[in-house]
């Protein structure tokens, strides 16, 4: 499986911003994507994930009421709308994918990883 990720940028704090992530198989019901980030200096922490439903979300607490994850299936596709935006979100995102199941919050837990998409909010 190959995961494109994109909708990366530069937005000014308070601002919004959508990511995508295509996988390029069809996805299974038992798959969880997911998101992470990883800000220069800092280790890969985890961002949110959705189920095959996208009724079952986890977000990590620093995100959490301020960015939705959601998964279209018959796109194979997850997104992370970004709102309200800070400084300290500013980081490469990365999605990945797992054959594990979903709401793993450890990135050792995927097998899968797209290649990142930058994001910057300036102050």
């Known amino acids: 499986v190959q995961l494109q990720a994109f909708g990366g940028g530069l937005v000014q704090a308070g601002g919004s911003l959508r990511l995508s992530c295509a996988a390029s198989d069809r996805t299974s019901s038992t798959y969880g994507m997911a998101w992470f980030r990883q800000a220069p200096g800092k280790e890969r922490e985890f961002v949110a994930t959705a189920s095959w439903s996208g009724a079952g979300t986890r977000y990590a607490d620093s995100v959490k009421g301020r960015f939705t994850i959601s998964r279209d299936n018959a796109k194979n596709t997850v997104h992370l709308a970004m709102n309200s935006l800070r400084p300290e979100d500013t980081a490469v995102y990365y999605c990945?994918?797992?054959?594990?199941?979903?709401?793993?919050?450890?990135?050792?837990?995927?097998?899968?990883w797209g290649q990142g998409t930058q994001v910057t909010v300036s102050s």
């Open positions: 990945a994918l797992t054959t594990r199941g979903w709401g793993l919050r450890s990135g050792n837990m995927y097998e899968y």
